[in-house]
C-alpha cells in the first residue's frame, strides 16, 4: 500500500465519518459478564482480518456513498472499491475523482449511471462485495439483486420506505441466509463500543426491570435544492430526495430510525401499537412533516415516546434514555441510581494529555465495515437486515399513526400493502400530487396513499 492510499485511508477513518469504537475497561458486575457471542453483540475490533482481498462495488455515489466506500477500505487491508453505480453520471464523476486523487482508480468500464446502473455493476464476477447507499426507495430492489448475484452486502439504513419493501428486505435477507451471505447495515450504534458495553451493563440488570424509555432526535432543517430549469419532475425530486417520503420515508425513518433501533435493542422486542401526531408548519418544500410526537406501547404497561423535529431555531438533541425499577441509564455510557448518583461509566481512551476523549478511537462507520470483513474472512456469519428492517418498519407504523391520527398495530403496519412512489421509474413528468398528510381523513393504513397537487 503505497504511502498516499496510507494518509488517505487514516485521515478519513479519523476525520468525521462518526464517534466511536476502542477499548474500555468496565466496573464488576454482580453477575457473570457475557461474551459478544452470548448477547448477541459484534466483535470491537482494531481492525478487520487479513485474508483474501475483497473488491466491493459501491451502489450510490453520492456523498454518503462516497463516505461508505472510504470506510470500507478504511476497515482493513486488501480492499478495493472497484465499480460505481449511480441514477446520475455527475455523482460517478464526483466520486471517481476523489478516488483518483489519492492514487486509488476506478475503471470507467466499472461504472453505470441509469435506473439499472446497479444491475450492471452486480453482474461483474469479481465484486464480492456491494455497498447499498442509494436514497431507501431503491433498497428492497437492490438488496435482491445482490442476493442473486450472490453478493455480500453493506446497506444503509432506513432499509425501506414501506410495508410492502420491509417485507421484501425479510424475505431476501432469509435467502442471504441461507446462501451464507453476510448482511450488515449502517446502524451504527450497535457497532460502537461504548453503547454496546452500556447495553452489557443493562442486560446484566444494572437497572433492574425496564418500565419506560424516550427516544429523540431534534435539529435544525436539513438540505434541499432549488429546481434548475432544465430538471424534469423525477431528476428534481432524485435531487432533492430528502424531501419526498416516497425517497426517504420522511425523517422519523431517515434519522429517527436510530434512536429508535436503540430502544428496541435494549427492549429486546418491537412495539405492539403506536399513537402520535406530527405536524408541518415551517417546510416549503417535498410532503414531510416538520415534526412527530410518538407514543410506542410495548405492552404490560411499557412505553417508549419517540420525537423528532426539524425546524431552525430550536432546543436541539439527539440521544435515549430507559428507566428501570434499580436505575436508568442514556444507553451510551453512563447509568444511575433512582437517586441520580453514577453507577456505572463507560471509560474512554485518554489523549497524551491523560484527559478522556470522550469518544473511542475507531469511529462507528468503520466499525461495521470491520465487522462485515470480519464476517467473510473469519466465517463468523453475519445478517442484521431482518432486525434492521424491523426496527425501520418501527418508525413506519409511528409515521403512519401520525399521518393518520389513527392507533397503528404491529400487525396491522406488517401486513399493510402500502407501497410509495410511482410505479414505475423513469426520468420525465410524475404524475404524482405530493401534499402532506392531514391527520383524521379517511384514509385506511393497507391502501397506497393518492397523492393530490403539485409537486414544489
Known amino acids: 500500500m503505497d504511502i498516499k492510499r496510507r494518509d488517505f485511508i487514516g485521515k478519513a477513518a479519523l476525520a468525521g465519518f462518526g464517534v466511536a469504537g476502542a477499548g474500555a475497561v468496565l466496573s464488576a458486575c454482580r453477575r457473570k459478564k457475557a461474551d459478544n457471542k452470548e448477547l448477541g453483540l459484534p466483535p470491537i475490533l482494531k481492525g478487520a482480518p487479513r485474508g483474501k482481498k475483497l473488491r466491493a462495488g459501491l451502489v450510490g455515489a453520492g456523498a454518503r456513498g462516497t463516505g461508505a466506500a472510504i470506510n470500507f477500505i478504511s476497515s482493513g487491508p486488501d480492499l478495493e472499491i ?8 455527475d455523482k460517478i464523476d464526483a466520486c471517481r475523482e476523489r478516488f483518483a486523487s489519492f492514487n486509488l482508480p476506478i475503471p470507467e468500464e466499472n461504472c453505470f449511471a441509469g435506473f439499472d446502473g446497479y444491475k450492471k455493476l452486480m453482474a461483474i464476477p469479481e465484486v464480492d462485495v456491494v455497498l447499498l447507499v442509494t436514497p431507501p426507495r431503491f433498497r428492497p430492489d437492490h438488496f435482491l439483486e445482490a442476493v442473486l448475484t450472490n453478493k455480500h452486502v453493506f446497506m444503509e439504513k432506513p432499509l425501506a420506505v414501506d410495508p410492502v419493501g420491509i417485507r421484501s428486505i425479510i424475505t431476501s435477507a432469509k435467502k442471504a441466509s441461507a446462501v451464507g451471505l453476510n448482511v450488515v447495515t449502517g446502524t451504527q450504534r450497535r457497532h460502537q463500543e461504548d453503547y454496546i ?26 438540505w434541499f435544492r432549488e429546481r434548475e430549469p432544465d430538471w424534469d419532475d423525477m431528476t428534481y425530486m432524485l435531487r432533492n430526495w430528502n424531501n419526498f417520503c416516497w425517497l426517504c420515508g420522511d425523517h422519523i425513518l431517515d434519522t429517527h430510525v436510530h434512536n429508535i433501533d436503540v430502544i428496541n435493542w435494549f427492549m429486546g422486542k418491537y412495539p405492539e401499537r403506536a399513537v402520535g401526531y406530527g405536524g408541518r408548519a415551517r417546510r416549503v418544500t417535498g410532503d414531510q412533516y416538520d415534526f412527530f410526537s410518538i407514543d410506542f406501547d410495548y405492552g404490560n404497561g411499557v412505553s417508549s415516546h419517540s420525537m423528532c ?9 439527539t440521544g435515549e434514555l430507559i428507566m428501570g425499577t434499580e436505575g436508568y441509564t442514556n444507553c451510551q455510557n453512563t447509568i444511575w441510581d433512582l437517586k441520580g448518583n453514577i453507577k456505572w461509566q463507560f471509560e474512554y481512551p485518554k489523549d497524551e494529555n491523560g484527559t478522556p476523549m470522550n469518544q473511542t478511537v475507531i469511529p462507528p462507520y468503520v466499525q461495521e465495515h470491520m465487522h462485515l470483513v470480519h464476517a467473510i474472512r473469519t466465517g463468523e456469519y453475519v445478517n442484521e437486515a431482518e432486525q434492521t428492517a424491523l426496527s425501520t418498519l418501527t418508525a413506519i407504523m409511528g409515521r403512519t399513526a401520525a399521518y393518520t391520527g389513527r392507533a397503528v398495530t404491529w400487525d396491522d403496519i406488517l401486513k399493510s400493502d402500502m407501497f410509495l412512489g410511482p ?10 400530487v405530493f401534499e402532506a398528510p392531514v391527520p383524521g381523513t379517511p384514509v385506511i393504513t393497507t391502501v397506497k396513499p393518492a397523492y393530490k397537487g403539485q409537486i414544489i
Request: hydrophobic share 45%; proline share 0%; charged share 20%.
Open 423 to 432: 410505479s414505475k421509474l423513469e426520468f420525465g413528468k410524475v404524475d404524482m
Open 197 to 222: 458495553e452500556t447495553y452489557r451493563q443493562v442486560a446484566s440488570g444494572a437497572i433492574g426491570t425496564i418500565t419506560s424509555a424516550k427516544a429523540f432526535w431534534n435539529q435544525d432543517h436539513v
Open 82 to 89: 472497484i465499480a460505481l453505480a449511480d441514477i446520475f453520471q
Open 309 to 317: 423535529r426539524q425546524i431552525d431555531s430550536c432546543a436541539n438533541a
